[in-house]
C-alpha cells in the first residue's frame, strides 16, 4: 500500500529530500508538498548572484514544473499551512485545502530576525531571505540612491556587495568591533573591511540602530550614538530564527527549532523535521551542507534503513562576493591549549592562520588566498598529525615534500575522499571518477553529472582543476566562452571573420572557421544564419533550416504542438472592421483561446499547424501582416494616445510609434526588439523599461534605450535628446543597426549596450553624424529584402511542406 | 523487429523533405516524423520528444541528431535516444530508400 507523504515547504532541503527518496524507492509514497512561497524550489543560496545580476532567476531553478509533474509529486504553491491535526493525521492550508498523512515533514526554514526598533516596519525596510526580498531590492536600486544595511555577517555583506553592484551608495552599520565576527577574526575581518571599502561600500562597526525614522516611508538610520544616516532602502540581516510556530501549535516538542532526534523525527513519531526549522542536538543549522546531510538522512529513513544518521561537522564558510575570498573554518577563538601559525603579505592583502591543538589542525581562516581551504579541511577532518610538516604548514599544499609544486599539483595531491564541493557534499573521487567514466571535458559537464559546483560556485577552480588533472591537455578551457561545442570561437571572433573573409554562406563559415562538427548544431546555426542575413542583406540566401521552429513556421509554438498567431497592430491602435475579422477567423477556425498581449495586440493561441496559411489568408483579407511575435526582430511598437486624445500629451506618441513601426518591422535582430513612445513624462507606454523607448516632452523627443523588462528589470538609459520627429526615427533606426552589427546572437540590447558602454553609443549615435547616417542607410537597405509580409507569401504557396504531412496513412496500417 | 512481419509503406520521395528537414506521418493517432539529415539520410521516429512530448519534427537536425523545439534536447535520429546528460527515448521506426522512395516499416512487429 503506497503511504502518503506531505511535505510542509519546498526549499533546498526538503528538495534535496525528495531527490535522494525518488532516487531509492520511488513508488514508497504518493507525495503532497505545500508551499508557502508561489515558486518552484530554487537555489537560496544562489540569491546574491541574482542580487548582483550575475545571475538570473532562472539560472537558480533547482526543480522547475516539469520535475513536479514528471514525479507525480502534489505541489500546492501559495499554501500556508495553518493547521496539523495530528490526531486526524491531517493537515489544512490556508486556502481550505485538507490533506490526510501517514509520514508528515515540516521543513518550514527560518524567519528573518527583524530587529524590535521604532520604524521597522515602514516600507522600504526589507529583509534578505527570498527572491521577493531580491527583487524588491533590485526595484528599489533603479533609484541608484542611498541603501543601508543592517548586519555584518555573511548575508548582510552579500545583500552591501549586491546593492553597490546594482549602483547603490551603500552603507553596512554593524553592532560588533569587526565584520562576519562569528566566522573571521580579528585581523582577516580587518582586511575584509578594507576590501569592502575600497569598493565604495561604507562600513560603520559598533554601530547600534536607534530607530529607523521616516514619515510614510524609509528616510533613514539613527543609531544609538545620534548619528543620523540618510537611506530610502534599508535592508536588515541580521540574523534568522527557525520558524517552528506551526509545530508548537501542534503540540510538537519546539526548543529554538523544532527538537528531532538525530535521524530527523520529532516528538511525534510520524512527524519529521528538516532544515532550518530543526534543531539536533541543541544546534540549529543554516548552512547548506549540514541541511543537505540531514535531507540524507530523513530519505534513508523513510525508505526504512535505519541505520541513517545526522552526524554534524564543521562547514567552511565563504563570502560570496566576486573577487573577495574568505575561507573559515572550525574553531579558531584563543585559548591555552592552543598554537597558532600565521602568514600575513600585507602587500598582497593576504592572511592566512591555523589554529591547532595536540598537533591537529581545530581552525583555519583564511584571506586572500584561499586554494589551500580543500587541504586544510581534510587535515582538520582526517585530525592528521601535522608535526612532520609544521615548518611548511601555513604555505598550504604545494610546499609540502620538497620544492614547489604547480597549483594542479596540489589538487592531484588530495585524497579521493577530499571534499570538493562543501555545499552538496562531493569529494574528488566522485568527480575524477565522472570524468573518466562519463568522458567530461568541461565544468558544465562535471556540474550536470555530479552537481559539484552546481550550487555556490565556489569550488569551481578546483574543479577545473580536477579537470586539468584527470584530462591533462585535452582540458583546455577558452579564455573566450565558444559560441557553442562546435566551435573554439567566441561570436564576436565569428562576426568579425564573417566580414574580414567575406564568408557568405553557412557552409563556408563552417568551413574557413574550422568548425568541429559536419554540420553544426541548435546553437551555432541560427546565430550564423543571423549574422549572414544582417550582413549581406541582398546576397544572402536565408536558411529556414537553421532557424527556430517559430521564425520558419511565421507563429509561436505552444506546448502541445499547436501555434499562437499575432498579426500586426501599428502602434496599438485597431478598428471595428479589424476586430471583426479577428472574431470571424476566431469562430471560423475554432481558435480556443484569445489574449490582449501586453504589447498592445491581440493573440489567438492553439491553432493546428495545418491551419495556419488558411488563418493567415482571412486575416489577410482585412489588412493584416505579420506581427512577428516569433521573431529575433522587431516586436512591437507601444504607444500612448498622446496629443491626439491626452489633456496631457505633449507630442503625436501614436504617430510617431506608427511611423517607427511601418519604417522598421520586418527587420531581424540579435534578439527581439520591444519599443514604446510616450507622449510626456507619464510615461503611459511604458518606455523606459523598452530596448528603445521614447519619451515626448515639450521641446522634442528623449531618446531611451537599453531597458529590460523580463528575467533582468532595468531602466532605460537615456541616449539623448532631438527636437524633430524625423530626427528621432533616424537616431533609432541608427542605434538598432549598430546593434544589429555588433549584438551577440540572443543578447538584448541591453547586454550589448553593457558590452559596448553607454558613452561609446551616445558617441557614434548622437555625436558623430557621417557615422549615424551611415548606420541608417545601411539598415534602409537591408530593408528593401526584409519587408516582405511572411504570411502573404506563405498563404501565396511559399513553403508548403512545411504545413502539410507527408501522408497520412490509412487506419489498418496503424494496427 | 523481425523483418517477415513488416509492413512497407511507401509514403513519399526523399524530394519532399527539406535537407536538414522533417516532415510529418499520420498513422491513426500517432504522428510519426521523417528526417532527412545533411547527408540526405532518412530516419524515422516518434513526434514526440521523451522529455515533455515536443514535436521533434519542428526541431533544428544536425548530423544525426535532432533538437527539440520546447526545450532544447538533443536526440539522436538512429536511436532515439536523448544525447548529453539527459535521460530518455523516443520510438524509431525502421525506414528505407527505394531509389528516392521513402519505406516507412510498420506492421505486428513495431
Known sequence: MTQKLVIIGNGMAPGRMLEHLLETAPDAYSITIFNAEPRVNYDRIMLSPVLSGEKTFEEIIIHGDGWYIQNNITLYKCHKIVAIDRAAKTVTSDHGVTEPYDKLVIATGSNPFIIPVPGANLPGVLSYRDLDDVQAMLLAAQARSKAIVIGGGLLGLEAAAGLKEQGMDVTVIHVMPTLMERQLDRSAGYLLQKQLEDRGIKVMTKANTKQIIGEKRVEGVELADGTIIPATLVVMAVGIRPNSAMAKDAGIAVNRGIVVTDFMQTSDPDIYALGECAEVGGQVYGLVAPLYDMARVLAARLTGDTGAVFKPVDTPTKLKVTGINLFSLGDFAEGEDRQEIVLRDAAAGVYKRVVLRDNRIIGTVLYGETADGAWFNDLKKKQTDITEMRDTLIFGQAYQGGSPLDPTAAVAALPDDAEICGCNGVCKGKITGAITAKGLMSLDGVRAHTKASASCGSCTGLVEQLLKVTLGDAYNPAAVMPMCGCTDLGHDDVRRLIKAKQLKTIAAVMQELQWKTSCGCAKCRPALNYYLVCDYPGDYADDYQSRFINERAHANIQKDGTYSVVPRMWGGMTTSGELRAIADVVDKFAIPAVKVTGGQRIDMLGIKKEDLPAVWADLGKAGFVSGQAYAKGLRTVKTCVGTDWCRFGTQDSTGLGIRIEKFMWGSWTPAKVKMGVSGCPRNCSEATCKDVGVICVDSGYEIHFAGAAGLDILGTQVLGMVKTEDEALEHIVALTQMYREQGRYLDRIYKWAKRIGIAEIKRQIMDDADKRKAYFERFVFSQKFAQVDPWSERVSGVDKHEFRPLATLALEAAE | ?110
Open chain 2, 1 to 110: 523487429m523481425n523483418a517477415m512481419t513488416k509492413n512497407w509503406v511507401a509514403i513519399g520521395i526523399l524530394e519532399d523533405i527539406p535537407l536538414r528537414g522533417a516532415r510529418c506521418v499520420k498513422n491513426g493517432d500517432m504522428t510519426i516524423a521523417i528526417f532527412r539529415t545533411a547527408d540526405n539520410k532518412v530516419f524515422a521516429v516518434e513526434d514526440k520528444c521523451p522529455h515533455k512530448n515536443g514535436p521533434l519534427s519542428q526541431g533544428i537536425v544536425h548530423d544525426g541528431c535532432v533538437t527539440c523545439p520546447l526545450h532544447n534536447w538533443v536526440i539522436s535520429l538512429e536511436t532515439g535516444k536523448a544525447q548529453g546528460a539527459d535521460e530518455g527515448a523516443t520510438r524509431t521506426f525502421p525506414v528505407r530508400l527505394e531509389g528516392n522512395a521513402i519505406l516507412l516499416g510498420l506492421g505486428s512487429g513495431a
